[in-house]
C-alpha cells in the first residue's frame, strides 16, 4: 500500500489551520476550525482505509484481497455526521451570541479573572506530613520514621474539616 504524499500534506495543513482557528476568541473562526479539523479527519480515514477495491459485496469468482475495507468509509460518514451536528450546534451557539451581544468574541467573565490570580497551592493537598501515616507496620520495627514529604493523597475532609467534626459530635 503507497500513500499518497499530497494527501497527507494536505491533511497536515489542515489539521494545523483547524487546531489553530480553535485557539481564536471568534466563535465563526472557532467554527471554521472545527470544519477544517472534520475534513482533516475525513482524509485521514480516507488515507487509512488503503487502496481502493471492488465493493465489499461478496463474490465466490473474487479474491478476498480484491475487496475494499467497509470500515474507513463507514467511520468517514459517521465523522461526517458529528461534524455536521457539532457545526450545527455552534451555528446556533454563534446565532444566540450575535442576538443577544451584536459580538461574536468569547470575553472573560470576573469569575475566570478571579480564578486565574488565585494561587496553586491547596492548603489540604499540599501539606508536609510529619511521619509517614501507613497502616502496614514496617518491615523493620527499630527503622527509623522517614523524612517529612509534600502531601499529595487526598485527606478525608471528616477528620481535616472544623465544620464537619463539629456536626459529628453534635447529637
Request: net charge negative; hydrophobic share 45%; proline share 7%.
Amino acid at each position: 500500500m503507497s500513500t499518497n504524499l499530497t494527501l497527507l500534506l494536505v491533511m497536515g495543513v489542515l489539521f494545523a489551520a483547524g487546531i489553530y482557528l480553535l485557539l481564536e476568541r471568534s466563535l465563526t473562526k472557532v467554527l471554521l476550525g472545527i470544519v477544517l479539523l472534520g475534513n482533516a479527519v475525513n482524509l485521514l480515514l480516507l488515507a487509512t482505509g488503503g487502496a481502493a477495491g471492488l465493493a465489499p459485496l461478496y463474490a465466490k469468482d473474487v479474491a478476498p484481497d480484491r475487496y475494499s475495507d467497509p470500515l474507513p468509509q463507514a467511520l468517514i460518514l459517521t465523522a461526517i455526521v458529528i461534524t455536521f451536528a457539532v457545526t450545527a450546534f455552534m451555528l446556533a451557539m454563534i446565532y444566540r451570541s450575535w442576538i443577544i451581544s451584536r459580538a461574536d468574541e468569547v470575553m472573560d467573565d470576573d469569575e475566570d479573572q478571579r480564578v486565574a490570580g488565585q494561587s496553586n497551592f491547596d492548603p489540604e493537598d499540599d501539606a508536609i506530613i510529619d511521619a509517614d501515616t501507613t497502616e502496614f507496620a514496617p518491615d523493620d520495627p527499630d527503622a527509623a520514621p522517614s523524612e517529612p514529604r509534600p502531601r499529595k493523597a487526598h485527606i478525608e475532609r471528616t477528620t481535616q474539616n472544623p465544620a464537619t467534626r463539629n456536626r459529628e459530635q453534635q447529637p
